[in-house]
T-cell receptor, first 116, second 111 residues
Framework: AQKVTQAQTEISVVEKEDVTLDCVYE???????LFWYKQPPSGELVFLIR??????QNEISGRYSWNFQKSTSSFNFTITASQVVDSAVYFC?????????????FGQGTRLTINP | DVKVTQSSRYLVKRTGEKVFLECVQD?????MFWYRQDPGLGLRLIYF???????EKGDIPEGYSVSREKKERFSLILESASTNQTSMYLC??????????FGPGTRLTVL
């Protein structure tokens, strides 16, 4: 069965610090997709990134970067030089490949607080 | 831009009432999903649909039903609301094998 674990329930850092959010997943499939979503206080989940299981290249988008390692079944998310606007709950999610609608399995989320 | 809208941001209902939560997407997506979000439990899938008039149970379908009469609209129905259905409800849509895009959520309180 699929499972996503975000062991860090809450993280609090001071602005401009770097912070890494951990995500570990379990799946039996060889084809799968990994996602990160951000949920600011307004409540709407905002899509950040999607990776497929065949693409282990790390991704950088501005201050955000993602480290995908199949060997450790991890898909970690790093925010460099954090800002107060990064404060949110972040969810990692997994979707297995195959036919039909792709269900997402979410981790429990990490609440990130950036203090000024 | 993908847009997913939900009929209400906040809703207060009484135990036993029939409740309808509406979700509309404007991107011609095949798939639509309903989740509920509770503290400490993350997001859990209630129902999903991969086509008009098609529906599949998710992980926690008990006490809920759904309707998809048109491709752009997916409704979640609480036949007889109970206090344990107080939660945040999130709708999402997406294409096959693709990213899901979420609506703003409906915070439902059942008294």
């Amino acid at each position: 069965a699929q499972k996503v674990t975000q062991a860090q329930t809450e993280i609090s850092v001071v602005e401009k610090e770097d912070v890494t959010l951990d995500c570990v997943y379990e799946t039996r499939d060889t084809t799968y997709y990994l996602f990160w979503y951000k949920q600011p206080p307004s409540g709407e989940l905002v899509f950040l990134i999607r990776r497929n299981s065949f693409d282990e290249q790390n991704e950088i988008s501005g201050r955000y970067s993602w480290n995908f390692q199949k060997s450790t079944s991890s898909f970690n998310f790093t925010i460099t030089a954090s800002q107060v606007v990064d404060s949110a709950v972040y969810f990692c999610a997994l979707s297995e490949g195959g036919q039909g609608a792709q269900k997402l399995v979410f981790g429990q989320g990490t609440r990130l607080t950036i203090n000024p | 831009d993908v847009k997913v809208t939900q009929s209400s941001r906040y809703l207060v209902k009484r135990t036993g009432e029939k409740v309808f939560l509406e979700c509309v997407q404007d991107m011609d997506h095949e798939n639509m999903f309903w989740y509920r979000q509770d503290p400490g439990l993350g997001l859990r899938l209630i129902y999903f649909s991969y086509d008009v008039k098609m529906k599949e149970k998710g992980d926690i379908p008990e006490g809920y039903s759904v309707s998809r009469e048109k491709k752009e609209r997916f409704s979640l129905i609480l036949e007889s609301a109970s206090t344990n259905q107080t939660s945040m409800y999130l709708c999402a849509s997406g294409r096959l094998v693709a990213t899901q895009y979420f609506g703003p959520g409906t915070r439902l309180t059942v008294l």
